[in-house]
């Protein structure tokens, strides 16, 4: 008698099922794991904690989710060779994940290439869902020019006259700063930019760069940073009194993963948009809290959400189309209504992104940690452009 | 700019030169002794940022600096006497793998004792604040930086002239055969040194923690700068290495104060090609004593006929591949194809030319984006485009070349490694045309190679007959020139080889065939972006090319194979895969300091 049925049917014992729903639906997860570990731990939490709920409640269709996972290398040329591996040889039937713009564009392409939907969990970059769109990618957070867009109007409100801008030299960075300058002209017009530094990400010499804005003289600043440039610029700001009687407006710098590491350093005052996992009291993030703590005895992150927020989308896709097909899924998720712990989403058809929106608030200090204060959703639904120029951007 | 502003820029940039120096001060050193190209000394800086960070909260900041630092010490005098002691008499680049598989695994040690996210240590007690000076605010911890680079300067200075420890050092980093010949115990030199060096490491990664938080990619970013400025400085001068530190500290600083702050991403390797292309010893260094007994020397070029034959037969083996192997498998084959062309490209150039280049991906994403735009901006079909890109990366090398082979060892590699980063920079920031940071998008093949199996055919003929034509090249008069140049120069030119003509040629042939491997991986992949000509696409190469063993012809095939197989396995079976990986490269290196196709000759003289 050949070995392998005998092995299958010891299998099948073993989890409890039988042989028709031992095949679970396969999600290919990839993420630059090793790459920005502070960000994607919590959202590997995040997907892990989802996974577990939708099979603990029978699965989808019958049949269970199951999810590969790789780690991407954080370069598109491995980012392709990982995902060719989770669609030819784990026969994955989603893909998603990815970080990096560049990584997430990567395998959005071959997405588009191989007919497979692709649900980018987290990159950021406008790239993704206008000038280089395409049928099979999905994106859940909101991109840069959303949460940009969610700052100016209370940057416009102080009537500030003299701009200075500090961004990470690279696309985010970038399109963070021209989406800015470009929304904050328009609703305020005769502002000045009167600086603007690029520093290296990763690598800001934060002495000179405050120093540099400091010279300019500036009364409020825009600033893209995140992360250790983000930790840097705080405290030589700190220190060389750079923030009084500035405002400051950050884009994510209220997200746990990048304010946490600022503790009593934690600048008050200053405009960010980012999660205030603490003070969010919905019932469906106090149900998400609850049970993310009660998993991972931790509390969750802005990439805890994210991951989260994503596998259910892709069940609720897998559900609606009762298929495992790719084109069945991708018209699945147009106009689709997904639950997240920031509360229902829809997909929308016309760019692929997700109407997730973040939360709007001011920094402040409590017990020596930083914390979100005076804060308020936006939806991302409200701060898009036109649908036109969406049309035009995407070529269709 | 007012006078204020001025003089606060200047301490600005007397301060980033204050903790450079700490860092390259070791690192200058370390290399003037043992000749290690310690690639793991931006990884000893990180050791000393967690664990001074660690120790903080416990014993205080000012106690937890000279502990991180003695601790740090204490590991690489380890290192030294467990591994690197082990392979001194390898070749001498086989060191450089080894403290390569160092940073992999120390940098997973650091993930797990101390988690991903990233720690800012506390502000130093007594030195928080900030001075007034000039009508601006001058943070009160960054003079202290300003006085203490000078302070270590001096006493390293006091302890290498007026010691008899110190006078040995010097002796080693004269002449260390001369030395050794004269009675100096060099174990316990060499211990002691890398000891020191590890030590001055882990200072500058202590006191740096109240500027910048502990965090797991400062490793490479530290390593570069340090490379760049020992370079610059004169390999094993102190006194360069802090002259270079201020070159760059200021350079920097008022870039970004005069609104370039968008030079910063690649200026210090500006200024170092500058300054290399007038001094090619670097400000204050002076021409290397002559290794006595070149490991490179030793061994003339041998391509036995059962190795030919092996050859032969794994490629007709390849060629069945499709019949036999499944798509992933087809998919992984053609990116061992690739890298194998790319590692014996890079060979090429480190083999029979005994130049090592450290900037090699610069003609790998030449290629690459010279195919890409062929394809998106001109609308060649892509098949055109391969044949055309590595005529572009060939162009690419043979300017820089010109100023590469005008240098000699470790400066022309660090003068090619200015080069890719100058590439790169311009890749990145250059949107209009190279699509800045994400890179060009939709780059696939059309219907023969659109399948997996007809790229790969394509793939497989292309580098099967580019790396045929290599190896073949070596025994060519145009190789042997070059083997007879890299032996003996002043012979060469004696018997009127025109050495820099064909060490420059050889840079040509490098970069074309490195330029051929970026588009065939430009078209695998679909995509490229500013990261196939960044730092560690050139790393992998020489890692490659080291694995396989750079005195065999047909070594770096095997060890691109290698590497592309583990780091594809690893990554996808072991969790803490780059310490993995690591530790199997060392236990490589140990087992077999001549390369994995050093296994061949062993197993043969042994008989």
Redesign the interface.
């Known amino acids: 008698m050949s070995m392998r049925p005998f092995g299958i049917l010891v299998l099948a014992l073993l989890t409890g099922t039988s042989f028709a729903q031992s095949n679970p639906i396969k999600i290919g997860e990839l993420n630059s794991y ?2 920005f ?2 960000f ?2 919590p959202y590997r939490k995040g997907w892990e904690l989802a996974l577990e709920e939708i099979n603990g409640s029978g699965g989808v269709m019958g049949r269970k989710l199951e999810i590969v996972s ?2 991407d ?1 954080g ?4 980012a ?3 995902a ?2 989770l669609l ?2 784990e026969r994955a039937d989603v893909l998603m994940g990815t970080f990096a ?2 990584v997430g ?2 395998v959005s ?2 997405a588009k ?1 191989r007919k497979v939907l692709f649900l980018a969990a987290e990159p950021l ?1 406008d ?1 993704i869902v206008w000038q ?1 769109g395409n049928r099979y990618t999905w994106r859940l957070r909101p991109s840069t020019y959303m949460q940009t867009a969610m700052l100016v109007p209370e940057a416009a409100k102080l009537k500030k006259k003299r701009w200075a801008i500090v961004y990470p ?3 985010y960075g ?1 399109s963070a700063t021209a989406s800015f300058k470009k929304l904050l002209k328009q609703a305020q017009p005769g502002v000045e930019f009167v ?6 990400l ?2 800001i ?5 405050v ?2 804005l ?2 300019a003289k500036p009364d409020a600043i825009f600033s893209s940073l995140f ?2 440039d983000l ?2 610029f705080v ?2 700001g700190n ?3 750079l923030f009084r009687n500035v405002a400051v407006f950050d884009l994510l710098g209220g997200e746990p ?1 990048y304010l ?4 009593d ?1 934690t600048p008050e005052g200053w405009w960010v948009t980012g999660y205030p996992w603490s003070e969010l009291n919905t019932p469906e993030h106090r149900r998400f809290r609850d049970a993310y703590q009660k998993r991972w005895n931790d509390y969750p992150r802005a990439g805890s959400v994210v991951g989260y927020a994503s596998v259910y989308a892709i069940a609720g896709a897998l559900k609606k189309a009762q298929s495992t097909d790719s084109e069945k899924l991708v018209d699945a998720l147009a106009g689709l209504k997904t639950p997240t712990p920031f509360g229902a989403v829809i997909w929308r058809a016309i760019d692929h992104q997700s109407t997730m929106g973040a939360y709007v608030g001011q920094l402040a200090r409590k017990d020596g940690k930083g914390v979100m204060t005076n804060w308020r959703y936006i939806d991302g639904s409200q701060v898009q452009p036109s649908d036109q120029e969406i049309r035009s951007l995407r070529k269709e | 700019m007012s006078g204020s502003a001025i003089l606060l820029q200047f301490l600005n940039g007397l301060a980033s030169a204050s903790s450079l120096f700490l860092v390259a001060a070791g690192l200058s050193l370390i290399f003037g002794v043992s000749r290690i190209v310690n690639f793991a000394h931006g990884s000893l800086y990180m050791l000393g940022m967690y664990c001074a960070v660690w120790l903080a909260p416990r014993t205080g900041f000012w106690l937890a600096v000279p502990l991180a630092a003695l601790a740090v010490g204490l590991l690489g005098a380890a290192a030294e006497a467990l591994l690197l002691r082990r392979i001194y008499k390898a070749p001498e680049l086989m060191q450089l793998l080894a403290t390569f598989a160092l940073v992999l695994v120390i940098r997973d040690a650091a993930l797990w004792a101390w988690g991903a996210e990233d720690m800012l240590g506390p502000r130093a007690p007594g030195l928080a604040g900030a001075l007034e000076l000039a009508g601006g605010r001058f943070p009160q911890y960054e003079a202290f930086l300003v006085v203490l680079g000078p302070l270590v300067l001096a006493a390293l200075h006091l302890v290498l002239t007026r010691t008899r420890w110190g006078v040995l050092v010097r002796a080693a980093t004269e002449d260390r055969e001369m030395a050794a010949a004269l009675g100096v115990n060099q174990r316990l030199l060499f211990t002691a040194v890398f000891a020191l060096g590890a030590l001055l490491a882990g200072l500058g990664g202590a006191l740096a923690i109240p500027r910048e938080p502990a965090s797991l990619g400062i490793d490479l970013t530290v390593i570069t700068d340090a490379f760049v400025v020992v370079v610059l400085g004169g390999l094993g001068s102190l006194p360069g290495a802090f002259l270079a530190s201020l070159l760059i500290g200021e350079v920097k600083a008022f870039c970004i104060a005069l609104g370039y702050s968008k030079l910063t991403l690649a200026i210090e390797f500006v200024v170092m090609a500058l300054v290399l292309a007038v001094r090619p010893w670097g400000l204050l260094g002076r021409p290397a004593a002559k290794a006595h007994g070149d490991a490179l020397a030793a061994s003339p070029l041998r391509f036995p006929a059962a190795e030919r034959l092996a050859c032969a037969v794994l490629a007709a083996l390849l060629a069945l591949a499709p019949l036999l192997s499944g798509e992933y498998g087809l998919v992984l084959l053609t990116d061992m194809l690739v890298f194998a062309l790319f590692a014996a490209s890079l060979h090429f150039l480190m083999g029979p030319g005994g130049m090592a280049s450290f900037g090699h991906a610069a003609y790998f994403g030449a290629g690459a984006y010279a195919a890409g735009l062929l394809v998106l901006r001109a609308g060649v079909p892509a098949e055109a485009a391969i044949v055309a890109a590595p005529f572009a990366a060939a162009l690419a090398a043979a300017a820089f070349g010109w100023f590469c082979v005008r240098l000699a060892g470790v400066y022309m590699a660090m003068l090619t490694l200015a080069f890719a980063q100058i590439a790169w920079s311009i890749a990145f920031q250059w949107d209009a045309l190279t699509g800045g940071s994400n890179g060009l998008i939709g780059l696939w093949p059309s219907r023969p190679l659109a399948s997996k199996a007809g790229y790969y055919w394509f793939t497989l003929a292309l580098a099967g007959l580019a790396v045929a034509f290599l190896w073949r090249a070596m025994y060519s008069p145009f190789g042997q020139a070059l083997r007879a140049a890299r032996d003996s120069p002043l012979r060469a030119e004696a018997i009127g080889i025109d050495v820099r003509a064909r060490r420059w040629a050889a840079f040509v042939v490098a970069g074309f065939f490195g330029g051929l491997a970026g588009a065939l991986f430009a078209f695998s992949k679909g995509s490229i972006s500013p990261e196939t000509l960044a730092v560690p696409r050139s790393v992998d190469a020489l890692v490659m090319v080291l694995l396989g063993g750079v005195q065999s012809v047909s070594g770096p095939v095997w060890g691109a194979a290698l590497f592309t197989w583990l780091s594809d396995f690893a990554a996808r079976e072991v969790a803490y895969w780059r310490a993995a990986l690591g530790a199997a490269i060392l236990v490589l290196i140990v087992a077999l300091p001549q390369g994995v196709a050093g296994i061949a000759s062993r197993w043969k003289s042994s008989r």
């Open positions: 090793k790459v570990p502070a994607l731990e790789r780690d290398g370069t598109p040329g491995d392709v060779r990982v060719e591996e030819a040889r713009s560049n564009l990567a392409n071959l290439q970059t790239k280089d030299n690279y696309e970038q600086a603007e530094q690029a520093t290296p990763g690598k010499d934060a002495g000179a760069v120093q540099a400091a010279d992360a250790t930790q840097k405290r030589e220190t060389r009194g993963e946490d590491p600022l503790r350093e």
